[in-house]
């Protein structure tokens, strides 16, 4: 974890694009400490995740698909790959990794924003 941690501050120091990097982050941590998040396949763990599907994401389950979902079946690939996310895609990715973050840490909240904003400035 310190790896990935020593990792995402030389990536803030050379980039801009502080959203892609925390999602980044949160997706390592969460693997790390072994929650890591089925983002290619539904719920069943065997069908394909489809880019133009939408999808509610159960935190013990993964995502299901739903008229009503709140994610596109394209974040969440563009999630397990890693790729660069539209702005809409950060906007869906950010409420997602929020909740399982809030959900996993029962309640609390996760203070990255403010940890490499001070490692930042120092």
């Known amino acids: 974890m310190f790896a990935a941690y020593l ?4 990536q803030l120091a050379q980039t801009r694009d502080l959203e892609q990097v925390l999602r980044t982050f949160e ?5 790390q400490v072994g929650f890591a998040l089925r983002l290619d396949t539904e719920a069943d763990g065997v069908t394909p995740v489809e880019p133009g599907g939408r999808y509610e994401y159960r935190v013990e389950q993964g995502p299901v698909r739903s008229a009503a979902g709140g994610l596109s ?15 809409e895609q950060r906007r869906e990715a950010r409420t997602l990794l929020r909740a399982v973050l809030r959900y996993q840490l ?8 403010e940890l490499f904003r001070g490692a930042i400035l120092k």
């Open 73 to 87: 079946g394209a974040t969440l690939l563009a999630l397990a790959q890693r790729a660069p996310l539209d702005a």
């Open 7 to 10: 990792g995402v501050l030389g």
């Open 27 to 31: 997706l390592e941590l969460l693997s």
């Open 106 to 113: 029962g309640g609390r909240e996760l203070r990255s924003r």
